[in-house]
Structure formats: structure tokens, C-alpha cells
């Protein structure tokens, strides 16, 4: 019903900058927050940058300065800039998003990417 779809990860060296995209289709009938998490091995996925639909967002400490979040509603795709990457930045970053599918009332369901691999070497 509902897919998203990840671009823009790669390898990239310390001090350097990458822009993922993610975009949502499918019977979509409105989008709420959309966002970015990421896993680094070992670790637990954490939230890296939120976005609502009027903009208003939401960084990680980790992040914040160096990672902008935006979205396009026309596009129903949603973007994470960062510069300033360093080694710890490195691991699978997945898009996030609250949707109400077409026909589905009210309920919201969260939808995942699935997972683009950001390396930053140092």
C-alpha cells in the first residue's frame, strides 16, 4: 500500500557532506511527522531528526548544528542534509513516517525505509 523509498547514502570522508532523501507512495491520504533514524552495529536505532507537516523539528543532540531536516509535501519526500560528518556518523539511516492511508479512517500507521548505509571514514 504505502512504500518509501531511500537515496543519497554512500561513503564519504570525516568533515565532509551527504543529502538523503526518502520518498512516500502509494494510497496515501496524509502524511504527519516524517523522519530519519539510524543503527550503528552494536548499537540501538535512535531518532536523528523529525519533521511535522507545518516544520516544525526535532534533532538529536548529537546532530544538532550539523543535520538539517526538511520535506517537500508536494513531493511527499523528506530530506536529511548533514555536513560536518565524522566517523560516528556512520550506520544505517532509515526514513520514518506517520501515514493514514487512503480509506483507512483515521488511524495512523508508522512506515519504515529500508535502510541506506552512510560510511564516514576518517
Known amino acids: 500500500q504505502v512504500q518509501l523509498v531511500e537515496c543519497g547514502g554512500g561513503l564519504v570522508q570525516a568533515g565532509g557532506s551527504l543529502r538523503l532523501s526518502c520518498a512516500a507512495s502509494?494510497?496515501?491520504?496524509?502524511?504527519?511527522?516524517m523522519g530519519w533514524y539510524r543503527q550503528a552495529p552494536g548499537k540501538q536505532r535512535e531518532l536523528v531528526a523529525a519533521?511535522?507537516?507545518?516544520?516544525?523539528?526535532n534533532y538529536a543532540d548529537s546532530v544538532k548544528g550539523r543535520f538539517t531536516v526538511f520535506r517537500d509535501n508536494a513531493k511527499n519526500t523528506v530530506y536529511l542534509q548533514m555536513s560536518s560528518l565524522n566517523p560516528e556518523d556512520t550506520a544505517v539511516y532509515y526514513c520514518?513516517?506517520?501515514?493514514?492511508?487512503?480509506?483507512?479512517?483515521?488511524?495512523?500507521?508508522?512506515?519504515w525505509g529500508q535502510g541506506t548505509q552512510v560510511t564516514v571514514s576518517s
Open positions: 502509494g494510497s496515501i491520504f496524509k502524511i504527519n511527522v
Open positions: 520514518n513516517a506517520e501515514i493514514t492511508v487512503l480509506g483507512d479512517g483515521r488511524r495512523v500507521t508508522r512506515y
Open positions: 519533521i511535522t507537516s507545518d516544520s516544525n523539528t
